[in-house]
């Protein structure tokens, strides 16, 4: 196939150049109706793409011309036998996946570790879910792998379940054996479904872990904006099954994407495929040896720790992305959100996300040397300053799966009531509340409060993280189901 073409690119660059007299929308007409300040800021060029479905920009939701061959080439990069292009991340991917894969009332096996949208897809489908919850992996406190072995025995005691969902990598880089993992889907009939959100740059060099689709995953998600060039936002759906009902894909997509899809977003994304097709190996080695070097640099100063592939083999974890850094000043007494902050406010460092322990730094193709000095100098200059710190106590072990007493989308339906949280230990959760990032959920609506899940988040809380989904910001009080 023709890689170096961009069939999107090609299309909105033809546009710009006819300009027709402009009567659809977005009302701007090209940079003509953009506000002042923010075009000087951006440059014209941007908004003169800011198109909607012309007679020659294609129909994401029915795509005949551009659209379908941009799919079609990024299909054949990834090794998938369709890809769509979404314009609402992996987000609306995962919820596309799910609604495509199971119907209402039926089994769906869940990782208990997967991104919010994948338990918000429950609640649109209906479909009742069946936890497998990866182990946690001590030292460092994370999420390990989704065990094969439990897999199957999970299987044999849930032999209705119609797919089995699973992250890989996850935000912490950690990669499931997918191989074994789809073998043991088809053996039972099912589907493999996997969000890759973290995983579009694997397929490009044999030192990164293999990608979900080569393993044998029927359907995945992949956010390419996250480490693979396109912009936020802009994802891939790839398909790869005898399984997988694609009209049943295709209106899922109908019912979670805009229907006023972004030519900005839709060229990032053909513009990306382009790039990698071309030097996606060069770009992933480069930010390999970035990521690794520094990951050395890191473990020799005092103090720190930034984990690597000896965590392999262990709860499950199956192979590590080696651009992700997870970093650790827990032996200096610094919580992870406190090394962000001092990072950020001391250092101009930004890192993607904290946790009680650690902070995460995503290596790409696109960073420089100076931005790897910049992170080491501001480290050995923190692990100075902290030298005399007592070390954090022993990392908790993160809360196991709640009990659930009806499925999500029953718990988002019902009739609730707000109460104090001191009284929240025994019911049932109407909220769906996540530390962010990674945006795991703790409990989900439908879920029993236990003391360990609400000792979870106040620790959360206490040592400076963000929690996403709480009705009340103070945690004074807790949305319930009223029963
Ligand atoms: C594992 C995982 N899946 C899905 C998503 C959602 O991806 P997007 O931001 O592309 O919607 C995220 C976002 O952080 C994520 O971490």
Request: net charge negative; proline share 5%; with cysteine.
């Amino acid at each position: 196939m023709e890689q170096n073409r961009a069939p999107v690119f090609e299309a909105v660059m033809k546009y710009a150049d006819l300009r027709p007299a402009y009567f659809c929308v977005p009302g701007h007409r090209y940079e003509n109706g953009v506000n002042t300040q923010f075009r000087t800021f951006a440059g014209d060029s941007i908004f003169k793409i800011d198109l909607t479905e012309t007679m020659i920009t294609d129909d994401l939701h029915c795509p005949v011309s551009a659209i379908k061959e941009a799919q079609e080439l990024a299909a054949n990069l990834w090794g998938a036998d369709h890809t769509f292009f979404l314009v609402n991340g992996s987000t609306c991917g995962n919820e596309a996946m799910v609604l495509s894969a199971v119907k209402p009332g039926e089994k769906i096996m869940i990782a208990g570790n997967c991104h919010h949208s994948v338990y918000n897809a429950l609640i649109l489908s209906g479909a009742d879910p069946v936890y497998i919850m990866p182990r946690t992996v001590h030292d460092w406190g994370i999420s390990g792998g989704v065990s094969p072995a439990e897999a199957e025995r999970m299987f044999q005691q849930y032999p209705d379940c119609r797919a089995l969902l699973v992250t890989s990598p996850d935000y912490y880089g950690i990669v499931s054996d997918i191989r074994a993992l789809a073998e043991i889907c088809h053996r039972h009939g099912t589907m493999l479904l996997v969000d890759e959100a973290h995983g579009p740059h694997c397929y490009f060099s044999g030192r990164l872990p293999e990608g979900a689709l080569a393993c044998g995953a029927d359907l995945c998600v992949q956010s390419l904006h996250k480490t693979a060039g396109s912009l936020t936002q802009s994802s891939l759906l790839h398909v790869k099954s005898s399984l997988a009902d694609i009209e049943m894909i295709r209106q899922s997509l109908r019912i979670v994407q805009s229907s006023s899809p972004s030519y900005i977003l839709m060229t990032s994304l053909d513009t990306a495929r382009r790039d990698l097709a071309l030097h996606g190996k060069e770009m992933a080695e480069h930010a390999l040896e970035l990521a690794c070097s520094v990951r050395t640099r890191i473990n020799s100063i005092p103090g720190l720790q930034c984990a690597g592939r000896e965590l392999e083999g262990n709860a499950s974890v199956f192979r590590i992305d080696e651009t992700r850094l997870i970093i650790s000043a827990a032996q200096l007494g610094l919580t992870g959100f406190g090394l962000k902050a001092s990072l950020f406010d001391r250092y101009n460092v930004e890192v993607e996300m904290a946790d009680s322990r650690n902070v995460i730094a995503i290596v790409s193709y696109a960073n420089t040397p100076e931005d790897i000095e910049a992170l080491i100098s501001a480290l050995r200059d923190i692990a100075e300053e902290y030298s005399d710190g007592r070390p954090l106590a022993e990392s908790t072990v993160l809360p196991g799966q709640a009990v659930c007493a009806m499925s999500p989308r029953e718990a988002f339906f019902a009739k609730k009531k707000i109460i104090p949280w001191s009284e929240a230990k025994g019911c049932v959760s109407a909220e769906m509340i996540a530390p962010y990032p990674p945006g795991i959920p703790v409990i989900r609506p439908g879920e029993i409060f236990t003391d360990e899940i609400l000792d979870h988040l106040k620790h959360v809380r206490a040592s400076g993280g963000y929690i996403h989904g709480l009705s009340d910001e103070t945690m004074e009080t807790v949305t319930v189901i009223d029963r």
